[in-house]
């Protein structure tokens, strides 16, 4: 699976951004998504994931009920829509793909290259 991420950029603290991740290769559809971010100076964290069918999406604590994860299987693609950003959520977000269903860790098979994210105050 090869992953593609798009859509991060500036904007003002309450202010929304919706990243995309552009999946080709195997059969995406059948696949864990999740979005990941890194800050400057931080480890990599897990943000949100969602099951293949799209029925189930687990969120880390910092994210819930501003962001909003979604995926069109037909267009092989997952979303991510972050609405009243914060000055912390500047970070590198990734999104990645998985057979298994895993949450709150890093440990996904497939990875795509980062899109910036920066929040200013």
């Known amino acids: 699976v090869q992953l593609q991420a798009s859509g991060g950029g500036m904007v003002q603290a309450g202010g929304s951004l919706r990243l995309s991740c552009a999946a080709s290769?195997?059969?995406?559809?059948?696949?864990?998504a999740g979005w990941f971010r890194q800050a400057p100076g931080k480890e990599r964290e897990f943000v949100v994931a969602i099951t293949w069918s799209g029925s189930s999406r687990y969120y880390a604590d910092s994210v819930k009920g501003r962001f909003t994860i979604s995926r069109d299987n037909a267009k092989n693609t997952v979303y991510l829509q972050m609405n009243n950003l914060k000055p912390e959520d500047t970070a590198v977000y990734y999104c990645?793909?998985?057979?298994?269903?895993?949450?709150?860790?890093?440990?996904?098979?497939?990875w795509g290259q980062g899109t910036q994210v920066t929040v200013s105050s």
């Open positions: 290769g195997r059969t995406f559809s059948r696949y864990t």
């Open positions: 990645a793909a998985n057979e298994r269903w895993v949450v709150g860790t890093d440990d996904y098979a497939y």
